[in-house]
């Protein structure tokens, strides 16, 4: 078989023929009690479900596979071998990314198919689609920030147990939760959040999440990306981080989750100054998380 030989491997072990039963079956059997128990309706009340299963199977489930993939590699006396292999940093920081949560994003897709199918008569196409998009989105963030927070503590131990997996996990699902909040609670019913206000712009709440949600969702593979190639004793240099720092203190600093009629009542550059100091305090604290030091952030050998 031709194609990324690590994410093939996780193909094999994720996908059985029982395997590839079950998860429908159980989806599907869960769904239909729901479904009966309301009358045989869909709506927003099934719709609901079917995230609340999403939930379970990919940000709970699949954060946990993904903290884990590498460690599990390490425990297993295996991760020295796959490092020496021919498979370069980028082709294994997203086999490992998403080849070890395929099984979970099987599941949760079906579980976006019935919620897609719950609001079909409800709510507009295209605004189900972005829906069903940010909740993808949020899933890649919490599994890649489980991820990329377990590739961090490797660098500094090599021997780990359920309680640092259940860190990591924990980590991961925080990084997923302003984009669900603002999703769950300011889209769907309070109208103040409908629309967002970024440097003096007014943007449709959702089509601002998207686009944002995507970058970062890029920014954490690129993470992953960069602490394979210290894995692989590869040297990386600080401007990746710094162009991040930038980036991330540039568009909180522009955010305003206010309604356009109030938004100019508020001193304006005082809270963008106080948002972008914030968000860089954070992001210069995260760096002290590096063992190998502030300069190296994100695995960096050198330069």
């Known amino acids: 078989m031709r194609g990324n030989p690590e994410f093939i491997r996780n193909l094999w072990q994720e996908f059985s023929l029982h395997r590839l039963i079950m998860m429908p079956a159980v989806v599907g059997i869960l769904f239909l009690l729901i479904y009966l128990i309301h009358d045989s309706t869909l709506d927003g009340w099934t719709a609901k479900w079917a995230i609340l299963i999403y939930f379970v199977i990919v940000y709970f489930r699949g954060t946990r596979v993904a903290s884990e993939s590498v460690v599990q590699e390490i425990n297993g006396k295996t991760w020295d071998t796959q490092r020496m292999s021919s498979v370069g940093p980028w082709s294994m920081a997203w086999a490992k990314l998403f080849g070890s949560t395929i099984y979970a994003w099987y599941g949760g897709l079906i579980c976006l198919g019935l919620y897609w199918m719950s609001y079909i008569e409800i709510i507009p196409d295209n605004r189900i689609f ?174």
């Open 130 to 303: 972005k829906l069903v998009l940010i909740y993808i989105v949020c899933g890649v963030i919490a599994h890649a920030t489980g991820l990329l927070v377990s590739m961090l503590a490797i660098q500094k131990r090599r021997d780990f147990g359920r309680l640092q997996i259940t860190f990591y996990q924990i980590v991961g699902l925080m990084a997923a939760v302003p984009g669900l909040y603002i999703l769950l609670f300011g889209i769907a019913d309070d109208e103040t959040y409908k629309v967002l206000v970024w440097y003096d712009t007014v943007f449709p709440l959702i089509d601002f999440m998207v686009v944002t949600l995507l970058v970062y969702a890029v920014w954490a593979l690129v993470g992953i990306w960069r602490l394979m190639r210290a894995e692989l004793q590869m040297v990386n240099g600080p401007w990746v981080w710094l162009l991040f720092v930038v980036f991330s203190v540039g568009v909180s600093t522009g955010v305003r989750f206010l309604h356009p009629d109030i938004a100019p009542a508020m001193p304006a550059i005082s809270l963008k100054a106080a948002t972008g100091y914030v968000i860089l305090v954070i992001l210069t604290y995260i760096i002290l998380l590096n063992p190998r030091g502030p300069s190296c952030f994100a695995g960096c050998d050198g330069m």
